[in-house]
């Protein structure tokens, strides 16, 4: 079992719609990313966070430590957030990664 | 703007022809990774250095080799690439450990 674990695997939505991933963990951290990685290009980071929850835009991520678990929100969603989104947690000096969630928002 | 540059974007290279991929970064920060990535997988961890103090992974390939002459640059070496070497490089870096890392926009590994 993958230490972090991301769903859905895919999502497709169609522009407009209200979109959530879903992020678990299973090992002590002290900080959760949220990163998006357009096709074929680099990657960005969204948002670093250890408790509560951030806004940036149209963006919003939570995280419930006691629960290992974190989500992404995307309000309004637009053709151009067709990305990967991808959680990642600090555990000791290095990032351990979700395996992805690809989302395609259709207009 | 403060940035993290890698070049080149893309690099063709032949079976077990040395090959050498370059990050530079304007940030002044003090931790440098180098990720390999594969299609459809989750970045992997080669090395990091912390300043000049290099970090291993245990399972980076001997072929994987790392420079970093300064605070500001950052190479990867590999020294026979295999058909299995072919991949997305990715650079980051952190001011320091369990910070938010800052991505370069990757190399594109092809070996012929």
């Known amino acids: 079992k993958n230490e972090v674990e991301q769903s859905p695997q895919n999502l497709t939505a169609q522009e407009g719609e209200f979109i959530t991933i879903n992020c678990s963990y299973s090992v002590g951290i002290s900080a959760l990313h949220w990163l998006q990685q357009h096709p074929g290009g680099g990657i960005v980071s969204l948002f670093m966070?250890?408790?509560g929850k951030k806004k940036h835009g149209r963006l919003i991520a939570t995280i419930n430590i006691q629960e290992k678990h974190s989500s992404l929100h995307i309000t309004a969603s637009h053709p151009r957030d067709s990305a990967v989104y991808i959680c990642a947690v600090d555990n000791t000096d290095k990032l351990i990664f979700g395996t992805g969630t690809r989302l395609q928002v259709f207009p | 703007d403060a940035m993290v540059i890698q070049n080149p974007r893309y690099q063709v290279t032949q079976f077990g022809k040395p090959v050498t991929l370059s990050c530079s970064q304007t940030l002044n920060h003090n931790v440098m990774y180098w990720y390999q990535q594969k299609s459809s997988q989750a970045p992997k961890l080669l090395f990091h250095y912390y300043d000049k103090d290099f970090n291993n992974e245990a399972d980076t390939p001997d072929n994987f080799q790392s420079r970093r002459p300064n605070t500001s640059f950052c190479f990867l070496d590999i020294r026979s690439p295999g058909l299995g070497d072919a991949a997305m490089y990715l650079c980051a870096t952190s001011r320091e450990y369990y910070n938010e890392q800052f991505f370069g926009p990757g190399t594109r590994l092809t070996v012929l």
């Open positions: 966070l250890s408790s």
